[in-house]
RNA sequence: GUCCCCAUCGUCUAGUCGGCCUAGGACACCGCGCUUUCAAUGCGGCAACACGGGUUCGAAUCCCGUUGGGGACGCCA
């Protein structure tokens, strides 16, 4: 079996898993798992400041959640100092790159204000005598290594933008080990694809600028190039890069909103890659099958939360009870009641709730807003929403009539509530319809919300009351009484 | 600023190396139907080849330029 297929996923412990990183540890899995090859993850925290285990365990949690399982790994870098080290020896002792006695933050740092950070490091290292920098380096003098950057220009082939070609100019002679013996990103990264025999290097697009940079370091080492796949980097609304101003940027909050990770799987593979047909929902064995570098795009694309909510819906009303019960007990746990509602309500009850509900929830933050809206006290009243159904007397005149039936009725079942009310309506000679309308709107303050009846009977006796006593007031209240 | 990359409906995109595109699908939005319950569902509608030059019998598809957007320019990754 050689030749066969070897990607990796190469986070930096910085953060948690946030969308970016996700869709490109879903593209290398899916790859991985199209070929039948080897998905390794390596964690990248070389820099010894910004990691920690906090973050690498978010991320491994943001894999898990989306069901993406690694084949090898995870390997640190942090834990493979020698191998660079020794990378870097060999490269020194050929010339391939000199010892640099420049402080780290000599020329550049003075840019304060101008946005434009813009200087290369002039090299002046470089014509240094190898045996005298040598010398000084062992007599303890701190100094990096740096690549020296050759003349002529780097060219590679990326599987998504095609051919990539720049100016050995425009290159600078970067660090390869620092001060302080860490090996920067462009060394880990290649020395860790060399001996983790990686195959196809997939990763974002912000790193194409980058690539030259390790090809230069491959040709160096006298290695042949693993394949280039570039990834369009994902956006914003307003089209810029991804970022906690835009909400949630973690993948993990997306599951705490309640998105199923088989839908926000299925969204991520359609963001920069398409089957090349019509189709969208596709299911984890779909998305193997068809998924290929071919058929990914070079546009950057947006992240549009509409069309997330719209796959959530479409994974939810075909999710199992227990799936869907999962997520309405972490709302309902979330607002402390989900005890007090069980008990209230015998089992089937509750399950038949949940079964009514699993085909009306579309939009998971309408979703669970209703739940909370259910459950707890804290629901507010939509005026102008309930006003469109039914003037405010009027609505009172009716919640007025049901408060005192129901003080009396034991008997609060789905039937008899439904009974009553189309009762009520019907003698007072409004439609059904109209006065349902308004007192969801009333009980639950949602615009959307489970059938009427669902909500009242869910809700239990008393608490209906509660809220219908609230209701009157608050219009009683508007009308100055 | 320098270099690299990208450019189809508001958004995700299809458009296999020019003709079958009067540009297709999905989300969102609007309308209608179904349900004497919003939603869901069904049907329909609105809506795009950034601009300007070429090349060609013929260009969304090829070339050049302009504009716009993104990325990279660290002893961060």
């Known amino acids: ?42 964690i990248e925290d070389t820099d010894l400041s910004r990691s920690s285990d906090e973050m690498v365990e978010g991320i491994l949690e943001g894999m898990r959640w989306l069901g993406l399982a690694w084949d090898e790994g995870p390997f640190f870098q942090s834990q493979r100092f020698e191998r660079y080290r020794v990378f870097t020896a060999e490269l020194l002792e050929k010339g391939l790159a000199y010892r640099c006695f420049c402080r780290p933050d000599s020329p550049a740092a003075a840019d304060a204000n101008g946005e434009i950070p813009s200087w290369s490091y002039d090299r002046r290292c470089r014509a240094l005598e190898p045996s005298e920098a040598r010398r000084r380096a062992e007599a303890g003098e701190p100094c990096a290594a740096r690549f020296r950057v050759p003349e002529g220009k780097t060219a590679y082939r990326d599987q998504v933008y095609g051919d990539i070609e720049v100016e050995n100019e425009q290159v600078e002679d970067f660090v390869l080990l620092r001060s302080d013996g860490m090996p920067t990103y462009h060394l880990g990264v290649v020395v860790d694809d060399l001996d983790m025999q990686i195959t196809h290097v997939i990763r974002g697009a912000d790193h194409i600028s980058n690539t030259p940079k390790q090809v230069l370091l491959y040709r160096a080492a006298d290695k042949p190039l693993p394949e280039f796949a570039h990834l369009p980097l994902i956006l914003g609304p307003d089209k810029q890069r991804l970022s906690k101003r835009h909400g949630a ?18 969204f991520l593979a359609l963001l920069g890659w398409s089957p090349g047909d019509d189709r969208e929902l596709l299911s984890r064995d779909e998305l193997i099958s068809l998924f290929s570098l071919e058929r990914v795009g070079k546009a950057n694309a947006v992240f549009g939360i509409d069309k997330l909510d719209w796959f959530n819906s479409q994974y939810l009303t075909r999710c199992d009870t227990a799936t869907l019960g999962g997520i309405v007990s972490r709302e309902l746990y979330a607002a402390g009641v989900w005890r007090d509602s069980t008990e209230a309500l015998p089992e089937e009850g509750m399950h038949r709730t949940l079964e009514l509900l699993k085909p009306r929830a579309r939009k998971i933050g309408d979703f669970s807003g209703r739940f909370r809206a259910f459950f707890t006290d804290d629901f507010s009243y939509d005026e102008a929403a309930a006003a469109k159904f039914l003037s405010d007397s009027r609505l009172r005149g009716f919640v007025r009539s049901l408060i005192e039936r129901y003080r009396e009725d034991d008997q609060f079942t789905l039937g008899s509530t439904e009974k009553h009310l189309r009762g009520l309506a019907e003698r007072e000679g409004v439609k059904p319809a109209l006065l349902m309308h308004a007192l969801r709107v009333g009980l639950t303050g949602q615009g959307v919300a489970p059938g009427l009846f669902d909500v009242m009977v869910t809700l239990g006796r008393s608490r209906t ?10 219009l009683a209240g508007k009308n100055g009484e």
């Open 465 to 474: 009351l509660n809220r219908l006593e609230r209701l009157c007031s608050r």
């Open 1 to 42: 079996m050689k030749n066969s297929v070897r990607v990796r996923f190469a986070p930096s412990p910085t953060g948690y898993l946030h969308v970016g990183g996700a869709r490109t540890a879903l593209f290398n899995w899916l790859f991985a798992r199209h070929h039948g090859g080897k998905l390794i993850l390596r």
């Open 249 to 266: 940027t973690s993948v993990m909050a997306y599951s705490e909103m309640g998105y199923l990770p088989e839908a926000f799987f299925n």
